[in-house]
């Protein structure tokens, strides 16, 4: 079964998603790839990875770095779990580049070089932005390129890390 809850943000309106193992979605209503694969049979209800999600999201948003990590569950190929798990290394109010999380994944791949640009394409197919951290990926010389929750809330996310 999957859940949905909406919450309330000062960015925007937030749908979330979750089934019994953990949070599938989150999405800012109206971004870029919104609800992508969520299915349509679903219950307009709160689940304990909801409720988590919530109150992280509740600590976050008063400016402060949230002291665990709710349950999570988001689907994808292996590659773009292996970026997202990276992506939940980045600490909060700190920023990596899509070069060097590629130079880290080949690393782990034992593979010479990887694509930034595969990185990249897994980072912005990302299900739980926000608290799979994707906002905290820029460009190699520092520019805040591409965040499919649009760039104004990629700039206001980091801000409110500082």
């Known amino acids: 079964m999957i859940y949905t809850s909406y919450y309330d943000s000062p960015l925007g309106r937030i749908l979330l998603s979750a089934n019994e193992k953990g949070l599938t979605g989150l999405w800012f209503c109206g971004q870029k790839y919104f609800a992508a694969g969520l299915e349509d049979e679903r219950c307009e209800k709160k689940n304990g990875a909801i409720a988590d999600a919530e109150h992280w999201l509740d600590i976050y948003f008063s400016s402060s770095a949230p002291d665990f990590t709710p349950p999570l569950d988001p689907s994808g190929t292996d590659f773009q779990k292996s970026v997202w798990k990276m ?44 608290i799979i951290p994707c906002h905290r990926v820029i460009g190699a010389n520092g520019s805040l390129t591409g965040y499919a929750g649009g760039i104004d809330r990629k700039i206001k996310l980091l801000e409110l890390e500082k």
């Open 87 to 130: 992506l939940l290394d980045i600490p909060y109010g700190q920023t990596t580049t899509y070069g060097e999380l590629a130079k880290r994944l080949a690393e782990k791949m034992g593979r010479r070089t990887l694509s930034a640009q595969a990185v990249g394409g897994a980072v912005g197919h990302n299900k739980i932005s926000i």
